[in-house]
T-cell receptor, first 115, second 113 residues
Framework: NAGVMQNPRHLVRRRGQEARLRCSPM?????VYWYRQLPEEGLKFMVY????????ESGMPKERFSAEFPKEGPSILRIQQVVRGDSAAYFC?????????????FGPGTRLTVL | GQQLNQSPQSMFIQEGEDVSMNCTSS?????WLWYKQEPGEGPVLLIA?????ELTSNGRLTAQFGITRKDSFLNISASIPSDVGIYFC?????????????FGKGTLLTVNP
């Protein structure tokens, strides 16, 4: 499967625990984006990363949320001390973007439920 | 922040009917995209539009980039049951943040066989 891969597909956490969401971009893609989708809403941009760099994190809450895309391995979206309001579907997308817009391909998402 | 107004919110149609949905914005976008999302899955890109006035088809789907660059529509002709899903429009700005997709809230399409 050469598409964007995300795991886990479903994640259940209790309030106060940590959630780690992983994303492996399409082969050859070095640009990763994370989006959040609340029920009956469109996707909202959170963060844009290139290898070892955070380019734009303007859509990500300043507290408890962090993202990384290391030189080796998947991109990680980390949510510390989760609260019920963090329950949502989190989607990762990747692209070949060099300059200007390039098509973003989405993974199947991680559905986070906070009890 | 920027918002896209997508309508209608939902549609219930009979198999074989044509469907039209649209998105409007108060801001100018330089790219419009249409995605389809099925339950439990991520959005799948259907059509990308890069020029004002552009009309693009993908099988039974046709989408247009409005001349004002503030709107776009998607038409589906001769609908079939597998067209069921949520259709999202998304816009991309020109300028520095030309990677950031702004999504509409989606149109839920139900097709009765």
């Amino acid at each position: 499967n050469a598409g964007v891969m995300q795991n886990p597909r479903h994640l259940v956490r209790r309030r106060g625990q940590e959630a780690r969401l992983r994303c492996s971009p399409m082969k050859g893609h070095s640009h990763v984006y994370w989006y959040r989708q609340l029920p009956e809403e469109g996707l909202k941009f959170m963060v844009y990363l290139q290898k070892e760099n955070i380019i734009d994190e303007s859509g990500m809450p300043k507290e408890r949320f962090s993202a990384e895309f290391p030189k080796e391995g998947p991109s990680i979206l980390r949510i510390q001390q989760v609260v019920r309001g963090d329950s949502a579907a989190y989607f990762c997308a990747s692209s070949l973007l060099e300059e200007g817009y390039n098509e973003q391909f989405f993974g199947p998402g991680t559905r986070l439920t906070v009890l | 922040g920027q918002q896209l107004n997508q309508s209608p919110q939902s549609m219930f149609i009979q198999e074989g009917e044509d469907v039209s949905m649209n998105c409007t914005s108060s801001s100018i976008f330089n790219t419009w995209l249409w995605y389809k999302q099925e339950p439990g899955e991520g959005p799948v890109l259907l059509i990308a539009l890069y020029k004002a006035g552009e009309l693009t088809s993908n099988g039974r789907l046709t989408a247009q980039f409005g001349i004002t660059r503030k709107d776009s529509f998607l038409n589906i002709s001769a609908s079939i049951p597998s067209d069921v899903g949520i259709y999202f429009c998304a816009g991309v700005n020109s300028g520095g943040s030309n990677y950031k997709l702004t999504f509409g809230k989606g149109t839920l399409l139900t097709v009765n066989p």
